[in-house]
Antibody
Framework: EVQLVESGGGLVQPGGSLRLSCAASGFTFRNYAMIWVRQAPGQGLEWVSGIDDNSVVTYYADSVKGRFTISRDNSKNTLYLQINSLRAEDTAMYYC????????????WGQGTLLTVSS | DIQMTQSPSTLSASVGDTITITCRASQSINDWLAWYQQRPGKAPKLLIYKASTLERGVPSRFRGSGSGTDYTLTVSNLQPDDVGTYYCQQYSNYRMYAFGQGTKLEIK
């Protein structure tokens, strides 16, 4: 069974930094692209960043480019999101998402970790 | 970048009704379209993937259809438990998923 468990959220002051983690299990992590999606309170879903299976290429939404860094450690089956220069508008639930691959046609989502940026 | 336009933004219907939510992509997404239901404080729950495949455990009252750029979620025999916000998602490429704006469903 595919499981994605996010962690690392919390209350951080504006301008601060934080690293979110997503522990993956139930599938061969190194074979799949992975994605971060976020949802601000009362708002819709927003794609944030994606990384290929071997960390060769990464992609970012314009709203986070230059401040967020996606990475992964395939030996630890873990996805990361380093967030710097935090702003109030980064306050959101952050979800880790497994991209489909091979014969699979669906995404898998974690339960999310909440990041609150406030002084 | 692919944009998704979802309508309506809100919907009010009665138990037993049939409702329809539509999503239009700015370019063809080759059926890489999913539908989710989200309840307050919860993660999105997958209902339909690849445009028309029903996720395991989801009632057959939920049906996805469409192709190319235009997709539809139909929920028949509406139940009180169907309340929530529904989102479409295009996932043709992990480089940029795109989501519809959401449809908030209320049961009268």
């Amino acid at each position: 069974e595919v499981q994605l468990v996010e962690s690392g959220g919390g209350l951080v002051q504006p301008g601060g930094s934080l690293r979110l983690s997503c522990a993956a299990s139930g599938f061969t992590f190194r074979n799949y692209a992975m994605i971060w999606v976020r949802q601000a309170p009362g708002q819709g879903l927003e794609w944030v960043s994606g990384i290929d299976d071997n960390s060769v290429v990464t992609y970012y939404a314009d709203s986070v480019k230059g401040r967020f860094t996606i990475s992964r450690d395939n030996s630890k089956n873990t996805l990361y999101l380093q967030i710097n220069s935090l702003r109030a508008e980064d306050t959101a639930m952050y979800y880790c998402v497994k991209d489909p691959g091979g014969d699979e046609k669906r995404c898998y989502w974690g339960q999310g970790t909440l990041l609150t940026v406030s002084s | 970048d692919i944009q998704m336009t979802q309508s309506p933004s809100t919907l009010s219907a009665s138990v037993g009704d049939t409702i329809t939510i539509t999503c239009r992509a700015s370019q063809s997404i080759n059926d890489w379209l999913a539908w989710y239901q989200q309840r307050p404080g919860k993660a999105p729950k997958l209902l339909i993937y690849k445009a028309s495949t029903l996720e395991r455990g989801v009632p057959s009252r939920f049906r996805g259809s469409g192709s190319g750029t235009d997709y539809t979620l139909t929920v028949s025999n509406l139940q009180p438990d169907d309340v929530g916000t529904y989102y479409c998602q295009q996932y043709s490429n992990y480089r940029m998923y795109a989501f519809g704006q959401g449809t908030k469903l209320e049961i009268k």
